[in-house]
């Protein structure tokens, strides 16, 4: 799912809760966010398959990512 479909779907599953984001762009960035911490936990391996050769500069963000390894 893009990052404004899911923005747009954080924003519908929060609805008017106390502090919820108010306008679509703040929900896209912590859609984003929320993918990166994802990301940084479950690391490269839980990308599928058919994803991973599409990431634009994938080998060098796989060297960076090894340097915290």
Not at 7 to 13: E, F, M, S, T, W
Not at 27 to 35: F, H, K, N, Q, W
Not at 45 to 54: C, L, Q
């Amino acid at each position: 799912m893009g990052g404004k479909a899911t923005g747009a779907l954080l924003g519908l599953a929060i609805g008017d809760a106390p502090g919820r984001p108010t306008e679509f762009d703040d929900v896209d960035a912590i859609a984003c966010l929320t993918g990166a911490f994802a990301g940084a936990h479950l690391g490269a391996g839980a990308w599928p398959a058919a994803w991973v050769e599409r990431i634009e500069h994938r080998d060098e963000l796989l060297e960076f990512g090894a340097l915290w390894d």
